[in-house]
Protein backbone atom coordinates (compact mmCIF):
# COMPACT_ATOMS: atom_id res chain seq x y z
CA UNK A 1 0.00 0.00 0.00
CA UNK A 2 2.77 2.15 0.71
CA UNK A 3 4.78 1.73 -2.31
CA UNK A 4 1.38 1.90 -4.34
CA UNK A 5 1.16 5.89 -2.72
CA UNK A 6 4.89 6.46 -3.79
CA UNK A 7 3.73 5.84 -7.76
CA UNK A 8 0.79 7.39 -7.27
CA UNK A 9 2.70 10.54 -6.26
CA UNK A 10 5.37 9.90 -9.19
CA UNK A 11 2.46 9.68 -11.32
CA UNK A 12 0.79 13.22 -10.54
CA UNK A 13 4.23 14.89 -10.89
CA UNK A 14 5.10 13.77 -14.09
CA UNK A 15 1.74 14.79 -15.15
CA UNK A 16 2.36 17.52 -13.42
CA UNK A 17 6.13 18.02 -15.27
CA UNK A 18 4.24 17.56 -18.52
CA UNK A 19 1.61 20.43 -18.32
CA UNK A 20 4.29 22.81 -16.96
CA UNK A 21 6.57 22.13 -19.64
CA UNK A 22 4.01 22.51 -22.41
CA UNK A 23 3.04 25.99 -21.26
CA UNK A 24 6.75 26.73 -20.58
CA UNK A 25 7.32 25.97 -24.04
CA UNK A 26 4.53 27.95 -25.28
CA UNK A 27 5.55 30.98 -23.43
CA UNK A 28 9.73 30.77 -24.44
CA UNK A 29 8.69 29.90 -27.71
CA UNK A 30 6.42 33.69 -27.96
CA UNK A 31 8.86 34.69 -26.38
CA UNK A 32 12.08 33.56 -28.76
CA UNK A 33 10.82 34.51 -32.21
CA UNK A 34 9.53 37.90 -30.55
CA UNK A 35 13.17 38.08 -29.94
CA UNK A 36 14.29 37.16 -33.12
CA UNK A 37 11.75 39.10 -35.23
CA UNK A 38 12.77 42.33 -33.65
CA UNK A 39 16.10 41.86 -33.98
CA UNK A 40 15.67 41.08 -37.51
CA UNK A 41 13.68 44.34 -37.75
CA UNK A 42 16.29 46.60 -35.50
CA UNK A 43 19.39 45.43 -38.29
CA UNK A 44 17.29 46.68 -41.00
CA UNK A 45 16.76 50.02 -38.91
CA UNK A 46 20.18 50.52 -38.11
CA UNK A 47 21.68 50.25 -41.38
CA UNK A 48 18.98 52.90 -42.74
CA UNK A 49 19.22 55.15 -39.99
CA UNK A 50 23.51 55.52 -41.57
CA UNK A 51 21.68 57.55 -44.27
CA UNK A 52 18.49 58.76 -42.61
CA UNK A 53 18.49 61.49 -39.79
CA UNK A 54 14.90 61.00 -39.39
CA UNK A 55 15.24 57.09 -38.67
CA UNK A 56 18.25 57.42 -36.39
CA UNK A 57 16.17 60.41 -34.20
CA UNK A 58 13.06 58.15 -34.44
CA UNK A 59 15.08 55.25 -33.09
CA UNK A 60 17.21 57.04 -30.31
CA UNK A 61 14.11 58.37 -28.75
CA UNK A 62 12.65 54.77 -29.09
CA UNK A 63 15.75 52.86 -27.15
CA UNK A 64 15.59 55.68 -24.48
CA UNK A 65 11.44 55.45 -24.09
CA UNK A 66 12.02 51.40 -23.58
CA UNK A 67 14.84 52.30 -21.09
CA UNK A 68 12.25 54.15 -19.25
CA UNK A 69 9.41 51.76 -19.21
CA UNK A 70 11.79 48.40 -18.25
CA UNK A 71 12.86 50.59 -15.83
CA UNK A 72 9.13 51.37 -14.22
CA UNK A 73 9.35 47.38 -14.54
CA UNK A 74 12.57 46.78 -12.45
CA UNK A 75 11.31 49.80 -9.92
CA UNK A 76 8.06 47.93 -9.74
CA UNK A 77 9.23 43.88 -9.82
CA UNK A 78 13.50 44.21 -8.77
CA UNK A 79 13.08 40.30 -9.28
CA UNK A 80 13.14 40.64 -12.93
CA UNK A 81 16.45 41.83 -13.02
CA UNK A 82 19.00 40.11 -14.97
CA UNK A 83 19.03 36.62 -16.18
CA UNK A 84 16.36 35.12 -13.25
CA UNK A 85 18.56 32.34 -12.96
CA UNK A 86 20.11 33.50 -9.53
CA UNK A 87 16.64 34.51 -8.46
CA UNK A 88 15.25 30.95 -9.28
CA UNK A 89 18.06 29.65 -7.38
CA UNK A 90 17.23 31.76 -4.10
CA UNK A 91 13.87 30.52 -4.91
CA UNK A 92 14.36 27.02 -4.46
CA UNK A 93 16.89 27.87 -1.56
CA UNK A 94 14.06 28.67 0.23
CA UNK A 95 15.49 32.30 0.42
CA UNK A 96 13.14 34.19 -1.62
CA UNK A 97 9.57 34.46 -2.25
CA UNK A 98 7.88 35.97 -5.90
CA UNK A 99 4.89 36.40 -7.18
CA UNK A 100 4.92 34.24 -10.17
CA UNK A 101 2.20 36.26 -12.45
CA UNK A 102 4.12 39.35 -11.94
CA UNK A 103 7.47 37.68 -12.34
CA UNK A 104 5.69 35.92 -15.93
CA UNK A 105 4.42 39.27 -17.78
CA UNK A 106 6.83 41.55 -16.35
CA UNK A 107 9.96 39.56 -17.55
CA UNK A 108 7.98 38.81 -20.78
CA UNK A 109 7.86 41.90 -21.62
CA UNK A 110 10.87 43.68 -20.41
CA UNK A 111 13.12 40.64 -22.08
CA UNK A 112 11.58 41.50 -25.62
CA UNK A 113 12.18 45.32 -24.83
CA UNK A 114 15.65 44.94 -23.94
CA UNK A 115 16.87 41.91 -25.90
CA UNK A 116 14.56 43.08 -29.24
CA UNK A 117 16.73 46.12 -29.95
CA UNK A 118 19.96 43.73 -30.33
CA UNK A 119 21.99 44.23 -27.13
CA UNK A 120 24.20 41.47 -25.70
CA UNK A 121 21.75 39.52 -24.14
CA UNK A 122 20.68 36.28 -23.80
CA UNK A 123 17.35 34.47 -24.28
CA UNK A 124 17.80 31.63 -22.01
CA UNK A 125 18.22 33.05 -18.25
CA UNK A 126 14.88 34.68 -18.91
CA UNK A 127 13.24 32.02 -20.53
CA UNK A 128 14.46 29.80 -17.54
CA UNK A 129 12.72 32.64 -14.91
CA UNK A 130 9.46 32.36 -17.46
CA UNK A 131 9.71 28.52 -16.74
CA UNK A 132 9.82 28.42 -13.45
CA UNK A 133 7.31 31.31 -12.65
CA UNK A 134 5.15 29.01 -14.81
CA UNK A 135 5.85 25.96 -12.99
CA UNK A 136 5.15 27.94 -9.92
CA UNK A 137 2.07 29.67 -10.83
CA UNK A 138 0.72 25.63 -12.29
CA UNK A 139 1.83 24.82 -8.13
CA UNK A 140 -0.73 27.31 -6.91
CA UNK A 141 -3.34 26.99 -9.13
CA UNK A 142 -3.40 23.18 -8.60
CA UNK A 143 -3.57 24.37 -4.60
CA UNK A 144 -0.25 22.19 -4.17
CA UNK A 145 0.35 22.57 -0.35
CA UNK A 146 3.70 20.35 0.32
CA UNK A 147 6.72 22.91 0.06
CA UNK A 148 9.24 19.73 -1.83
CA UNK A 149 6.36 19.52 -4.36
CA UNK A 150 6.12 23.09 -5.27
CA UNK A 151 9.93 23.40 -5.34
CA UNK A 152 9.77 20.30 -7.86
CA UNK A 153 7.14 21.82 -10.26
CA UNK A 154 9.73 25.35 -10.84
CA UNK A 155 12.71 23.31 -10.90
CA UNK A 156 10.57 21.28 -13.75
CA UNK A 157 9.22 24.57 -15.02
CA UNK A 158 12.98 26.48 -15.33
CA UNK A 159 13.97 22.78 -17.37
CA UNK A 160 11.28 23.63 -19.81
CA UNK A 161 12.12 26.91 -20.03
CA UNK A 162 15.68 26.39 -21.06
CA UNK A 163 15.11 23.58 -23.26
CA UNK A 164 12.36 25.55 -25.45
CA UNK A 165 14.98 28.27 -25.82
CA UNK A 166 18.16 26.12 -26.83
CA UNK A 167 16.19 22.72 -28.41
CA UNK A 168 17.77 21.26 -25.85
CA UNK A 169 15.91 19.06 -23.53
CA UNK A 170 18.68 17.04 -21.62
CA UNK A 171 20.80 19.90 -21.01
CA UNK A 172 17.64 21.56 -19.33
CA UNK A 173 17.15 19.17 -17.37
CA UNK A 174 21.04 18.61 -16.30
CA UNK A 175 21.33 22.40 -16.02
CA UNK A 176 18.45 22.29 -13.35
CA UNK A 177 19.96 19.69 -11.64
CA UNK A 178 23.54 20.75 -11.77
CA UNK A 179 23.64 24.49 -11.28
CA UNK A 180 19.97 25.15 -10.08
CA UNK A 181 18.15 22.60 -7.90
CA UNK A 182 21.92 20.55 -6.81
CA UNK A 183 19.84 17.58 -6.48
CA UNK A 184 19.89 14.56 -8.57
CA UNK A 185 16.73 13.12 -6.99
CA UNK A 186 14.40 10.91 -8.88
CA UNK A 187 11.70 12.60 -8.23
CA UNK A 188 13.67 15.71 -9.55
CA UNK A 189 15.03 14.56 -12.52
CA UNK A 190 12.23 12.80 -13.83
CA UNK A 191 9.88 15.15 -13.50
CA UNK A 192 12.46 17.75 -15.28
CA UNK A 193 13.09 15.53 -18.28
CA UNK A 194 9.44 15.48 -18.69
CA UNK A 195 8.54 19.00 -18.71
CA UNK A 196 11.41 19.24 -21.04
CA UNK A 197 10.45 16.54 -23.59
CA UNK A 198 7.18 18.52 -23.34
CA UNK A 199 8.56 21.31 -24.11
CA UNK A 200 10.82 20.83 -26.38
CA UNK A 201 8.51 19.53 -28.77
CA UNK A 202 6.44 23.00 -28.92
CA UNK A 203 9.52 24.91 -29.71
CA UNK A 204 10.08 21.88 -32.62
CA UNK A 205 6.65 22.51 -34.02
CA UNK A 206 7.93 26.13 -33.93
CA UNK A 207 10.87 26.65 -34.88
CA UNK A 208 11.88 23.38 -36.43
CA UNK A 209 14.25 20.45 -36.23
CA UNK A 210 17.23 22.37 -37.13
CA UNK A 211 19.84 22.90 -34.64
CA UNK A 212 19.95 26.05 -32.84
CA UNK A 213 23.91 26.04 -33.66
CA UNK A 214 24.16 23.75 -36.78
CA UNK A 215 27.87 24.64 -37.13
CA UNK A 216 29.30 22.05 -40.68
CA UNK A 217 32.67 20.26 -39.37
CA UNK A 218 34.82 18.66 -42.38
CA UNK A 219 36.60 15.81 -40.27
CA UNK A 220 37.05 15.03 -36.37
CA UNK A 221 40.12 16.32 -34.37
CA UNK A 222 42.63 14.05 -34.70
CA UNK A 223 44.24 12.48 -31.42
CA UNK A 224 47.90 13.63 -32.79
CA UNK A 225 46.33 17.71 -32.12
CA UNK A 226 44.36 17.04 -28.69
CA UNK A 227 47.32 18.95 -27.36
CA UNK A 228 45.51 22.33 -28.63
CA UNK A 229 42.69 21.16 -26.04
CA UNK A 230 44.77 21.49 -23.29
CA UNK A 231 46.16 25.15 -24.67
CA UNK A 232 43.28 26.76 -25.50
CA UNK A 233 41.17 25.12 -22.59
CA UNK A 234 43.86 27.22 -20.05
CA UNK A 235 42.91 30.49 -22.41
CA UNK A 236 39.34 29.47 -21.99
CA UNK A 237 39.88 29.08 -18.20
CA UNK A 238 41.77 32.52 -17.57
CA UNK A 239 39.38 34.70 -19.52
CA UNK A 240 36.20 33.29 -18.09
CA UNK A 241 38.17 33.81 -14.71
CA UNK A 242 38.49 37.50 -16.06
CA UNK A 243 34.71 37.72 -17.35
CA UNK A 244 33.02 36.68 -13.76
CA UNK A 245 35.52 39.30 -11.89
CA UNK A 246 34.52 41.82 -14.42
CA UNK A 247 31.05 41.07 -14.52
CA UNK A 248 31.15 41.22 -10.61
CA UNK A 249 31.99 44.71 -10.76
CA UNK A 250 29.35 46.09 -13.19
CA UNK A 251 27.41 46.76 -10.73
CA UNK A 252 29.91 48.95 -8.97
CA UNK A 253 30.65 51.14 -12.00
CA UNK A 254 27.53 52.01 -12.94
CA UNK A 255 26.50 52.85 -9.52
CA UNK A 256 29.09 55.77 -10.07
CA UNK A 257 26.80 57.25 -12.91
CA UNK A 258 24.61 57.85 -10.18
CA UNK A 259 21.70 56.83 -12.21
CA UNK A 260 19.08 55.11 -10.12
CA UNK A 261 19.60 51.19 -10.67
CA UNK A 262 16.52 51.06 -12.40
CA UNK A 263 17.12 53.04 -14.83
CA UNK A 264 20.95 52.11 -15.73
CA UNK A 265 19.67 49.88 -18.56
CA UNK A 266 18.84 53.83 -20.67
CA UNK A 267 22.96 53.47 -21.18
CA UNK A 268 23.92 50.75 -22.74
CA UNK A 269 20.60 50.99 -25.01
CA UNK A 270 21.99 54.39 -25.72
CA UNK A 271 25.37 53.14 -26.34
CA UNK A 272 23.32 50.61 -28.86
CA UNK A 273 22.52 53.01 -31.17
CA UNK A 274 26.18 53.68 -33.05
CA UNK A 275 27.24 50.07 -32.22
CA UNK A 276 24.45 49.00 -34.58
CA UNK A 277 24.82 51.15 -37.22
CA UNK A 278 28.44 50.15 -37.32
CA UNK A 279 27.93 46.43 -36.75
CA UNK A 280 24.86 45.58 -37.14
CA UNK A 281 25.49 41.63 -38.05
CA UNK A 282 27.12 41.44 -34.56
CA UNK A 283 24.39 42.77 -32.14
CA UNK A 284 22.33 40.49 -30.16
CA UNK A 285 23.09 37.85 -28.35
CA UNK A 286 25.34 36.17 -30.58
CA UNK A 287 23.56 32.88 -32.23
CA UNK A 288 23.52 34.18 -35.71
CA UNK A 289 27.37 35.10 -35.48
CA UNK A 290 28.44 31.67 -34.18
CA UNK A 291 27.01 29.62 -37.44
CA UNK A 292 28.63 32.20 -39.55
CA UNK A 293 32.28 32.77 -37.67
CA UNK A 294 33.58 29.87 -39.63
CA UNK A 295 32.72 31.35 -43.07
CA UNK A 296 33.41 35.55 -42.25
CA UNK A 297 36.95 35.07 -43.49
CA UNK A 298 38.91 37.51 -41.78
CA UNK A 299 42.16 37.96 -40.05
CA UNK A 300 43.45 37.32 -36.64
CA UNK A 301 43.41 40.86 -35.60
CA UNK A 302 39.69 41.61 -36.59
CA UNK A 303 38.61 38.64 -34.78
CA UNK A 304 40.17 39.94 -32.06
CA UNK A 305 38.17 43.06 -32.38
CA UNK A 306 35.00 41.40 -32.34
CA UNK A 307 35.59 39.52 -29.54
CA UNK A 308 37.00 42.84 -27.54
CA UNK A 309 33.06 44.48 -28.67
CA UNK A 310 31.24 41.22 -27.28
CA UNK A 311 33.39 41.40 -24.40
CA UNK A 312 32.89 44.54 -23.62
CA UNK A 313 29.85 45.69 -24.87
CA UNK A 314 28.17 42.32 -23.03
CA UNK A 315 29.54 43.80 -19.41
CA UNK A 316 27.73 47.18 -20.35
CA UNK A 317 24.19 45.40 -21.24
CA UNK A 318 24.31 42.86 -18.50
CA UNK A 319 25.59 44.90 -16.15
CA UNK A 320 22.95 47.90 -16.20
CA UNK A 321 20.65 45.02 -14.46
CA UNK A 322 18.24 44.72 -17.63
CA UNK A 323 16.10 41.44 -18.40
CA UNK A 324 18.49 39.40 -20.07
CA UNK A 325 20.88 36.82 -19.64
CA UNK A 326 24.34 35.67 -20.17
CA UNK A 327 23.91 32.07 -21.25
CA UNK A 328 24.14 32.86 -25.33
CA UNK A 329 26.86 35.31 -24.82
CA UNK A 330 29.16 33.39 -23.00
CA UNK A 331 28.99 30.64 -25.72
CA UNK A 332 29.55 33.04 -28.29
CA UNK A 333 32.74 34.45 -26.54
CA UNK A 334 33.62 30.99 -26.41
CA UNK A 335 33.27 30.56 -30.00
CA UNK A 336 35.17 33.36 -31.10
CA UNK A 337 38.34 32.74 -28.82
CA UNK A 338 38.19 29.07 -30.51
CA UNK A 339 37.88 30.75 -33.75
CA UNK A 340 40.98 33.32 -32.73
CA UNK A 341 43.26 30.48 -31.37
CA UNK A 342 42.59 28.38 -34.66
CA UNK A 343 43.53 31.50 -36.60
CA UNK A 344 46.29 32.23 -34.80
CA UNK A 345 47.58 28.27 -34.63
CA UNK A 346 47.14 28.32 -38.73
CA UNK A 347 49.56 31.35 -39.33
CA UNK A 348 52.54 29.76 -37.36
CA UNK A 349 51.57 26.57 -39.22
CA UNK A 350 50.70 24.29 -36.26
CA UNK A 351 47.14 23.85 -37.06
CA UNK A 352 45.43 23.23 -40.37
CA UNK A 353 42.37 25.89 -40.99
CA UNK A 354 39.97 23.30 -41.91
CA UNK A 355 39.12 22.37 -37.96
CA UNK A 356 38.53 25.94 -36.85
CA UNK A 357 34.90 24.64 -37.09
CA UNK A 358 35.92 22.00 -34.18
CA UNK A 359 37.58 24.64 -32.07
CA UNK A 360 34.65 26.69 -32.44
CA UNK A 361 32.48 24.52 -30.95
CA UNK A 362 34.85 23.08 -28.84
CA UNK A 363 35.27 26.68 -26.69
CA UNK A 364 31.94 27.18 -26.40
CA UNK A 365 31.43 24.39 -23.83
CA UNK A 366 34.87 24.93 -22.41
CA UNK A 367 33.78 29.12 -21.98
CA UNK A 368 30.28 28.26 -20.39
CA UNK A 369 31.78 25.49 -18.49
CA UNK A 370 34.49 27.37 -16.20
CA UNK A 371 31.96 30.23 -16.11
CA UNK A 372 29.18 28.21 -14.78
CA UNK A 373 31.06 25.70 -13.35
CA UNK A 374 28.56 23.43 -15.28
CA UNK A 375 30.90 20.88 -17.41
CA UNK A 376 28.33 18.31 -17.96
CA UNK A 377 25.42 21.04 -18.79
CA UNK A 378 28.37 22.56 -20.83
CA UNK A 379 29.11 19.64 -22.77
CA UNK A 380 25.11 18.05 -22.84
CA UNK A 381 24.06 21.82 -24.28
CA UNK A 382 26.63 22.07 -26.98
CA UNK A 383 25.82 18.37 -28.43
CA UNK A 384 22.11 19.35 -28.77
CA UNK A 385 22.60 22.49 -30.21
CA UNK A 386 25.21 21.54 -32.22
CA UNK A 387 22.94 18.53 -33.55
CA UNK A 388 26.13 15.78 -33.24
CA UNK A 389 27.65 13.54 -31.10
CA UNK A 390 30.79 13.56 -32.47
CA UNK A 391 32.88 15.95 -30.43
CA UNK A 392 32.37 14.22 -26.81
CA UNK A 393 35.73 13.36 -26.48
CA UNK A 394 37.46 16.47 -26.95
CA UNK A 395 34.25 18.63 -25.65
CA UNK A 396 34.99 16.55 -22.34
CA UNK A 397 38.95 17.63 -22.24
CA UNK A 398 38.71 21.57 -22.76
CA UNK A 399 35.54 21.66 -20.25
CA UNK A 400 37.56 19.54 -17.96
CA UNK A 401 40.85 22.08 -18.14
CA UNK A 402 38.90 25.31 -18.80
CA UNK A 403 37.39 23.99 -15.51
CA UNK A 404 40.31 23.49 -13.15
CA UNK A 405 41.95 26.65 -14.56
CA UNK A 406 38.96 28.83 -12.60
CA UNK A 407 38.89 26.00 -10.01
CA UNK A 408 42.66 27.10 -9.41
CA UNK A 409 41.91 30.75 -9.65
CA UNK A 410 39.32 30.78 -6.69
CA UNK A 411 36.46 31.28 -9.40
CA UNK A 412 32.96 30.75 -7.99
CA UNK A 413 29.86 29.28 -10.09
CA UNK A 414 28.79 32.71 -11.41
CA UNK A 415 25.28 32.60 -11.07
CA UNK A 416 25.96 31.06 -7.64
CA UNK A 417 27.80 34.39 -6.51
CA UNK A 418 25.08 36.59 -8.86
CA UNK A 419 22.56 35.27 -5.91
CA UNK A 420 24.98 36.04 -3.04
CA UNK A 421 23.98 39.76 -4.38
CA UNK A 422 20.38 39.18 -4.36
CA UNK A 423 18.16 41.20 -2.31
CA UNK A 424 16.34 38.95 -0.46
CA UNK A 425 13.01 39.58 1.54
CA UNK A 426 13.85 39.21 5.06
CA UNK A 427 9.73 39.35 5.68
CA UNK A 428 8.72 36.30 4.04
CA UNK A 429 11.06 34.27 6.16
CA UNK A 430 9.77 35.74 9.27
CA UNK A 431 6.40 34.74 7.97
CA UNK A 432 6.97 31.17 7.21
CA UNK A 433 9.12 30.44 10.50
CA UNK A 434 6.52 28.49 12.04
CA UNK A 435 6.58 25.71 8.81
CA UNK A 436 8.99 22.97 8.11
CA UNK A 437 10.39 21.95 5.18
CA UNK A 438 12.25 18.71 3.91
CA UNK A 439 15.93 18.95 2.72
CA UNK A 440 17.32 15.88 0.75
CA UNK A 441 21.26 15.87 0.24
CA UNK A 442 23.31 12.57 -1.21
CA UNK A 443 25.93 11.58 0.58
CA UNK A 444 28.97 11.22 -1.77
CA UNK A 445 31.88 8.78 -2.43
CA UNK A 446 34.79 9.95 0.68
CA UNK A 447 32.01 11.80 2.97
CA UNK A 448 33.36 11.77 5.97
CA UNK A 449 30.02 10.61 7.44
CA UNK A 450 29.96 7.06 5.13
CA UNK A 451 30.19 4.20 7.72
CA UNK A 452 29.00 6.36 11.02
CA UNK A 453 25.64 5.39 12.45
CA UNK A 454 23.48 8.19 12.68
CA UNK A 455 23.59 8.20 16.61
CA UNK A 456 27.60 8.83 15.62
CA UNK A 457 26.49 12.24 13.57
CA UNK A 458 26.29 15.69 14.61
CA UNK A 459 22.99 16.39 13.49
CA UNK A 460 22.35 19.73 14.31
CA UNK A 461 19.40 19.43 16.96
CA UNK A 462 16.55 22.04 14.93
CA UNK A 463 17.15 19.02 12.72
CA UNK A 464 15.11 15.65 11.93
CA UNK A 465 16.27 12.74 9.92
CA UNK A 466 13.03 10.83 8.48
CA UNK A 467 14.29 8.76 5.59
CA UNK A 468 17.42 7.06 4.07
CA UNK A 469 16.94 6.73 0.17
CA UNK A 470 19.45 3.85 -0.76
CA UNK A 471 18.41 3.40 -4.16
CA UNK A 472 15.05 2.82 -5.19
CA UNK A 473 14.84 1.66 -1.92
CA UNK A 474 13.66 3.78 1.47
CA UNK A 475 14.88 3.03 5.01
CA UNK A 476 13.47 3.88 7.96
CA UNK A 477 16.40 5.20 10.33
CA UNK A 478 16.73 4.41 13.26
CA UNK A 479 20.15 5.40 15.32
CA UNK A 480 21.83 2.21 14.86
CA UNK A 481 21.48 2.78 10.98
CA UNK A 482 24.62 2.92 9.04
CA UNK A 483 25.03 5.46 6.01
CA UNK A 484 26.73 4.27 3.00
CA UNK A 485 28.10 6.54 0.45
CA UNK A 486 25.07 7.22 -2.44
CA UNK A 487 22.81 7.40 -0.06
CA UNK A 488 20.39 9.94 0.03
CA UNK A 489 18.95 11.62 3.54
CA UNK A 490 15.76 12.99 4.14
CA UNK A 491 16.10 16.31 6.68
CA UNK A 492 13.30 18.32 8.08
CA UNK A 493 13.82 21.58 8.94
CA UNK A 494 12.08 25.35 9.67
CA UNK A 495 11.11 27.08 6.60
CA UNK A 496 12.69 30.10 7.52
CA UNK A 497 15.87 28.45 7.80
CA UNK A 498 16.19 26.28 4.72
CA UNK A 499 18.99 27.64 3.04
CA UNK A 500 21.12 27.95 6.43
CA UNK A 501 20.68 24.26 7.61
CA UNK A 502 21.20 23.53 3.87
CA UNK A 503 24.37 24.84 3.58
CA UNK A 504 25.66 23.62 7.19
CA UNK A 505 24.19 20.03 6.41
CA UNK A 506 26.28 20.14 3.26
CA UNK A 507 29.45 20.27 4.64
CA UNK A 508 28.38 18.49 7.54
CA UNK A 509 27.57 15.58 5.26
CA UNK A 510 30.06 15.68 2.59
CA UNK A 511 32.51 18.15 3.66
CA UNK A 512 31.41 21.19 1.32
CA UNK A 513 29.72 24.19 1.27
Known amino acids: MKSEKIDVYKLKLLLGGIIVGMLSGIIVSMFRWSIGTSL ?109 TKRILIASGAAGGLAAAFNAPLAGCMFVMEEIYHNFSPMVWITALASAVSSNLIALYVFGLTPVLSIPYKFSLPIKYYWHLIILGI ?57 DL ?16 RFIFSMISYGSGLPGGIFLPILNLGAIIGAIYAVFMHQTGMLPLSYESNLIIFSMAGYFACISKAPFTAIILVTEMVGSLGHLMPLVVISLVAYIVVDILNG ?8 ERLTLNSEYLNRVSKYSDRIEIPVYEGSPIDGMIIREISFPKEVLVIGIYRGERQIIPRGDTMIKSGDRIVMMVNAAQRAKYKRRLTELINGLD
Open 412 to 419: SPIYEALK
Open 235 to 291: ILGLLGRLYQKVLLIMPTVYAKTHIPRAYQGIIPLILLLPVGMMYPSYIGGGNGLIV
Open 40 to 148: KWFQGWYVQARSNIVILLILLVFLIIAGIIVGLMLKKEPDISGSGIPQVEAQLDGDLKVKWWSILWRKFVGGIISIGPGLFLGREGPAIQLGASVGQGFGELANVTTPS
Open 294 to 309: NNLKVGFWVLVGIFAL
